[in-house]
């Protein structure tokens, strides 16, 4: 997370945006970086996926409602479930190369000979559902470019 954070940052350098670090650790934690978004209201929001965030999205996707926050997460099906855009690599591809991988060491080969790999495909969800009740109009040249499109 420390990584995609750090990446995340430097983009918004690059774009002259200020990013405002909210880490949670535990669940408890989510109120807290409520009330300091509450103090100082952000233009959008970027959920960094891991396994507490995803167990409390249903609290982001709240939260982003109530404040007509426009919110961007790493994972498509979190687009499925209420968020508003997901871009992030394609999870289908990752499984099918971790299943290849999985294969070879089962074939006998040593996993510190393995390739690392990186993601080749990214993917982009949007879910209109969810614009059109924060009040947003998604423009045509974003939708061209959308893998998955909730109506």
Request: no cysteine; glycine share 6%.
């Amino acid at each position: 997370m420390t990584l995609r954070f750090h990446a995340s940052q430097a983009a918004a350098q690059v774009l002259d945006v200020e990013v405002q670090p909210l880490g949670v650790r535990e669940p408890d934690d989510f109120e807290e970086a409520f009330a300091a978004m509450r103090r100082e209201l952000p233009d959008g929001i970027l959920m960094v996926s891991d396994a507490l965030t995803i167990l409390n999205r249903q609290r982001v996707y709240d939260f982003a409602a109530a404040h007509h926050l426009p919110a961007i997460y790493e994972l498509h099906f979190l687009v499925r479930d209420g968020g508003l855009m997901a871009y992030g690599p394609d999870q289908d591809e990752s499984f099918e190369r971790v299943a290849a991988l999985v294969d070879r060491i089962l074939k006998g080969a040593r996993p510190a000979d393995l390739p690392f790999e990186e993601p080749t495909g990214f993917r982009l969800a949007i879910n209109l559902k969810t614009a059109k009740a924060l009040g947003l109009t998604i423009p045509d040249s974003l939708l061209t470019l959308t893998d998955e499109l909730i109506e």
